[in-house]
């Protein structure tokens, strides 16, 4: 059992390398909410994946700041001695919002963990030590652009490439990079840039053998993407639509993927990501590890859930050098063959660096009871 004596939030701000652009907008900036969760015996880190504006979701920092301080923490301060498996129960009483529950769930588990000095991978029942890395590129302002960075990403040795598309800009892109890489792993992610009006579009990527097409229609839809996937050969990945283990099982049934990207903050947390792994996985269907560019907070997280038996696909999980100038963490390296080492330290294994936390603080506020 573990009891709650304060949780500390604090919102931080990186510069990115270069703007991430995809087709629902360019991030220049990472903002986040991370949030330090203290118990009598330990403390832990959770981050939260929204962004500054609920454009990925509904989610968004300002409203989930007001949810952990107003309610989520209040609540768990509250609840007295619990474990990382009542939290659910004890923010049932708030509907939706899983990125907000994520970080406080998430950050609570990591001191549970460290407190008896267990590995989140551990706890998860990580299959491996090591995980296959992929990169997501954002839509750039010219097809020699994109060539130019996806050969960049090859020659680090990232074993899965994602374009970003959206309306005209896709099939010619896509080609172009095909032509120039015939044998790569590569994939697509529309940001639910699209209708089912536009099969077209899809139905000529066919040949280009693309590993699969992410998210292509509404965010809340279930029902227009398992029509697509009927006329479709390439497979189905769902992100946005993915909100819990449940909503999984559904796409699974009714045919709307066959690839589900799992982000552990789009779900509630990493309890949750683990049931949709488990259902996923009892489906025969592959999961793989998703990102919000993440810091190296998030990034531990990611890389303990990537090392469990169903993510057989590279993830998202890029080296630190992709995303920041300087990370908050000690930063992560991919390996020359793309895979990158699972922190196996008590919890998920990394702490912010002090300096550079505070450096990067933009706001913080301490919740007690
Ligand atoms: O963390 O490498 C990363 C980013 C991967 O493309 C990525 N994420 O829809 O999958 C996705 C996007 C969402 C983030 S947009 C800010
Ligand atoms: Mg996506």
Redesign the pocket.
């Known amino acids: 059992m573990t009891h709650v004596r304060a949780v500390e939030l604090r919102l931080v701000g990186l510069p990115l390398v270069r703007p991430?652009r995809?087709s629902?907008g360019t991030?220049t900036e990472k903002v986040c909410i991370l949030a330090r969760v203290e118990t009598d015996d330990a403390e832990g880190w959770g981050e939260c994946v929204a962004?500054i504006e609920p454009?990925?979701s509904a989610e968004f920092n300002e409203g989930a700041w007001i949810l952990m301080r107003d309610l989520l923490v209040p609540a768990l301060v509250r609840a007295g001695d619990v474990t990382v498996e009542d939290l659910d129960r004890v923010f049932a009483f708030v509907r939706g919002n899983p990125m907000a529950k994520a970080t406080i769930v998430d950050a609570f588990l990591d001191a549970e963990l460290r407190a008896r000095g267990e590995s989140l991978a551990n706890y998860l029942g990580a299959a491996t030590t090591r995980v296959a890395c992929g990169?997501?590129v954002?839509i750039t302002p010219t097809t020699e652009e994109l060539l130019a960075q996806v050969e960049g990403y090859l020659a680090e040795g990232y074993r899965r490439i994602?374009l970003?598309i959206e309306p005209g800009l896709d099939v010619e892109r896509v080609a172009a990079v095909r032509e120039a890489f015939p044998g790569i792993l590569l994939s697509v992610?529309a940001?639910a840039a699209y209708a089912l009006e536009d099969a077209d579009v899809f139905r000529a990527l066919e040949p280009l053998g693309l590993l699969m097409i992410?998210?292509p229609l509404h965010h809340d839809d279930l029902v227009q993407h398992a029509a697509l996937q009927q006329m479709l050969t390439t497979d189905l990945c769902l992100?946005?639509s993915i909100r819990s283990a449940a909503l999984a099982r559904d796409a699974i049934e009714l045919g709307s993927c066959r690839i589900v990207?799992i982000?552990q903050g789009r779900v509630g947390g990493a309890l949750e990501a683990r049931r949709v792994h488990d259902t996923a996985r009892a489906a025969g269907v592959p999961v793989w590890c998703?990102?919000?560019?993440?810091t190296g907070v998030g990034r531990a997280l990611n890389l303990a859930l990537a090392a469990m038996p169903g993510f057989t696909l590279p993830g998202?999980?890029?080296g630190s050098a992709?995303?920041f100038p300087e990370d908050l963490t000690a930063p992560f390296v991919m390996a020359p063959d793309g895979t990158m080492a699972v922190p196996q330290g008590p919890g998920i294994g990394v702490d912010p660096l002090p300096e550079r936390l505070d450096a990067c603080t933009l706001r913080r506020e301490t919740i007690r009871p």
């Open positions: 991430f995809t629902f991030s962004d454009d990925f990169v997501s954002g994602k970003k992610d940001n992410e998210q992100d946005e990207n982000k998703g990102g919000m560019l993440e998202d999980t890029s992709r995303y």
